[in-house]
């Protein structure tokens, strides 16, 4: 059966680069505009940045399977070495953790929409924002990932290779 898989590259991924960083970034990108818009929109009142930040975070929830489905295949592949392990331990935690935590504030966003209130309420926006928080912090764990630990990059995935990790 594993004859039919294609062979891994330099990277040891069977295409020639990760993809989960660049779905990944569309997500952390959406989610963080939506909450944007949605702060400003709070301040200033104006119902159009209410709808920019509904359809990015919708876009956002969708994108975040893809990211995670990726970032599962790649970790999977990476063959993390003892120092990496926990840090992607709790990267893929988190990752499937976000997904959840974003459907469930994009399912409360569309309550709110459904009702066409005037304004968000000030719950909505704290969990928005702390949303923001658990973003970031995941964006700090990919970093790590690929800066600190090399995962995917050539030397790293060479030595591994070698055995010298």
């Not at 991924?13 to 993809?19: G, Q, S, V, W």
């Not at 909505?124 to 990919?142: P, R």
């Amino acid at each position: 059966m594993f004859n039919y898989l294609p062979p891994l590259n330099e990277h040891n991924l069977p295409y020639p680069d990760t993809i989960h960083p660049i779905v990944v970034h569309f997500v952390i990108a959406m989610v963080l505009f939506a909450v944007f818009c949605d702060v400003i929109a709070y301040f200033t009142k104006n119902p159009r940045l209410y709808e920019v930040s509904w359809w990015n975070l919708a876009f956002a929830t969708v994108s975040i399977f893809v990211a995670v489905i990726f970032g599962q295949i790649e970790a999977g592949l990476a063959e993390p070495y003892d120092a990496a392990t926990s840090t992607l331990d709790l990267h893929t935690i988190l990752g499937w953790s976000l997904s959840g935590i974003l459907v469930g504030v994009t399912g409360w966003r569309y309550v709110i929409r459904s009702q066409n209130k005037p304004q968000l309420p000030i719950p909505y926006l704290v969990v928005s924002v702390l949303l923001v928080g658990l973003v970031l912090f995941q964006t700090y764990l990919g970093d790590l990932l690929v800066w600190v630990y090399g995962l995917h990059n050539v030397p790293v995935v060479e030595a591994t290779r070698r055995g010298d990790l």
